[in-house]
Antibody
Framework: EVRLVQSGGEVKKPGESLKISCKGSGYSFNSYWIGWVRQMPGKGLEWMGLIYPGDSDTRYRPSFQGQVIISADKSITTAYLQWSSLKASDTAMYYC???????WGQGTLVTVSS | DIQMTQSPSSLSASVGDRVTITCQASQDIDKYLNWFQQKPGTAPKLLIYAASSLATGVPSRFSGGGSGTDFTFTISSLQPEDIATYYCQQYDNLFLTFGGGTKVEIK
């Protein structure tokens, strides 16, 4: 069974760093792109970028380039999304999704508030 | 980015009604289009892929059509459990983009 399991919700202050995770199982992790999707409160879905764990080829939507870092550790079949300095506007639900879009993580709620 | 224009942004219909949502791409995407259903507090669920193919386990009252730049999504007979927000998504290249969503409510 294909599963993507994300790390738990986070509450952070502006300026803090954060790394959330997405662990894949039940398939060849190295062979499928993993993407990240942002959903701000009450808003629609935004594609942020994706990574191919096999060779760490990473692509970012221009509006997210330089704002986040997407990475993966294929030895533990886990993809990551990280921020070096969070802003209140980063408050959102973040989903990981496997290439093909059939399999999604359960979402990680990130709340940034002073 | 390929822009996806979805309409309407919301609709209200009665149980049993036929409901249609449209999605227009800013350039030709062949049939590289998905439709998703999202209920509050849950991850999106893939309903239709390749514009018109039904995903595994999805009821046959859901259907999709179109190619190129113009696409449709139809619920043939609206059921109470279909209350959700629906999104189109293009996957013509790695820079995937979503439509703005359509919130479906029961009248």
């Amino acid at each position: 069974e294909v599963r993507l399991v994300q790390s738990g919700g986070e509450v952070k202050k502006p300026g803090e760093s954060l790394k959330i995770s997405c662990k894949g199982s039940g398939y060849s992790f190295n062979s499928y792109w993993i993407g990240w999707v942002r959903q701000m409160p009450g808003k629609g879905l935004e594609w942020m970028g994706l990574i191919y764990p096999g060779d760490s080829d990473t692509r970012y939507r221009p509006s997210f380039q330089g704002q986040v870092i997407i990475s993966a550790d294929k030895s533990i079949t886990t993809a990551y999304l990280q921020w070096s300095s969070l802003k209140a506007s980063d408050t959102a639900m973040y989903y990981c999704v496997r290439q093909g879009s059939e399999y999604w993580g359960q979402g990680t709620l990130v709340t940034v508030s002073s | 980015d390929i822009q996806m224009t979805q309409s309407p942004s919301s609709l209200s219909a009665s149980v049993g009604d036929r409901v249609t949502i449209t999605c227009q791409a800013s350039q030709d995407i062949d049939k590289y289009l998905n439709w998703f259903q999202q209920k509050p507090g849950t991850a999106p669920k893939l309903l239709i892929y390749a514009a018109s193919s039904l995903a595994t386990g999805v009821p046959s009252r859901f259907s999709g059509g179109g190619s190129g730049t113009d696409f449709t999504f139809t619920i043939s007979s609206l059921q109470p459990e279909d209350i959700a927000t629906y999104y189109c998504q293009q996957y013509d290249n790695l820079f995937l983009t979503f439509g703005g969503g359509t919130k479906v409510e029961i009248k």
